[in-house]
Nanobody, 115 residues
Framework: VQLVESGGGLVQAGGSLRLSCAASGNTFKINAMGWYRQAPGKQRELVAAITSGGGSTNYADSVKGRFTISRDNAKNTVYLQMDSLKHEDTDVYYC?????????WGQGTQVTVSS
């Protein structure tokens, strides 16, 4: 499974960005998908996750009410809509996909929020 993220960039505080992650390869193996973020010198942390059917989502407390995760299984793509962005949301964001055995990662996309 290969994951390719897009949509990162520079935005002012209070603005919005939409991240996309397209999966290819043996996508039939994918169950849950999600987004993580990591700042230099810090641990990677879960931002949001969504189950295979999209019926259940989970968010970090710091992004609840501002970020929305969704997926389009027909396109093998997961999205992260980020609204009301804050300076502290600045990080590298990684797409994640889980199968029964492996945890796959994208290459990461930089999100920078200027204050």
């Amino acid at each position: 499974v290969q994951l390719v993220e897009s949509g990162g960039g520079l935005v002012q505080a209070g603005g919005s960005l939409r991240l996309s992650c397209a999966a290819s390869g043996n996508t039939f193996k994918i169950n849950a998908m999600g987004w993580y973020r990591q700042a230099p010198g810090k641990q990677r942390e879960l931002v949001a996750a969504i189950t295979s059917g999209g019926g259940s989502t989970n968010y970090a407390d710091s992004v609840k009410g501002r970020f929305t995760i969704s997926r389009d299984n027909a396109k093998n793509t997961v999205y992260l809509q980020m609204d009301s962005l804050k300076h502290e949301d600045t990080d590298v964001y990684y797409c994640s996909a889980e199968s029964e055995i492996f945890h796959y990662w994208g290459q990461g996309t930089q999100v920078t929020v200027s204050s």
